[in-house]
């Protein structure tokens, strides 16, 4: 099959591989269309947990093409989409309800072969079934949008609190359409380029400002005594470090984006005790891609304008350079047919 590789750190390339083989409790899924996302920018930079040779990707869905004999409840045809994240199921943290913790865990596209090949093995358990009015451009997203489910599971948001989101790419505008649905009142949004603030006024953000001189003003006007969420979507040290000054008493501080592992910011355990803050982490996501497939299926989330690029396989490395360098928003690798 061909696939797309990273045979050592800072390299791609396209290439001929062997098929996937089907273990007993796997199935083989035929991919139809896969994300490229920050986690694969990580990856290549050879600062994440992953090894090399690798196929990358872990944001996609397929046509099951083959089951393996002990599997039950999917059979060859069937659209599905896969959760990366593979839990074991019998250390003590998958039996303690924190999965995304798995003392075991391994990840699809992440140490072991993903989503941008023809062809992906995966056990039978991490696949979801796909209604038929999920598109495929919708399925490459219900990944990345049951991160955004279990963060929401990791917060309180009470009704009509203001919130506050720092940086609208793809995840930060799915964290603005995600806030409006569990009751927020005024989402505010700050971002550096001037298209994903109109996307983020399109989403639904009541304010999208950029970084900059009047961005404390029109912040403070909407929410005079502070927002009762603020998150970071960037990862950026020096963003995440200026955020605490926007939150209100009792408020929480969501830290969704993926800053460098060695990164530190300065806060005030002073004001976090003064100020009763909650500061809250969201690692990955944990048995939420139910809930996030009924979100896309329901229309309640849109993501339609969050792809800027659907591109074949050959264009890998150039739209990978783009996306890194931060010049779209979602890419999409088409690799199968079209749905
Ligand atoms: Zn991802
Ligand atoms: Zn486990």
Redo the contacts with the bound molecule.
Sequence with gaps: MQAVLFPAPETIAIERVPDPACAPDEVIVQVARC?I????VHIYRNEYMSAFPLIPG??FGGVIVEVGKEVTGFQVGQRVAVDPNLYCGHCDMCRNEMANHCLNWQGVGITRGGGFAEYVAAPARACYHLPDSLDDMQAAFV??LA?VVHAMKRIRVLPADPVLILGAGPMGLLLVQALRRMGASHIAVVEKQAPRLELARRMGASLAVAPGQEQDEQLKAVAPRGFGVVIDATGVPAVIEGAFRFLRPRGTYLQFGVAPNHAKVNVSPYDIFRNDWMIIGTFALCYTFLPAIDWLASGAIDIAPLVSHTVPMADFADLFGQFAAGKTLKVHIQIGDAA
């Design positions: 994300g996302c920050g986690t694969d872990h944001e990944e990345p991160c």
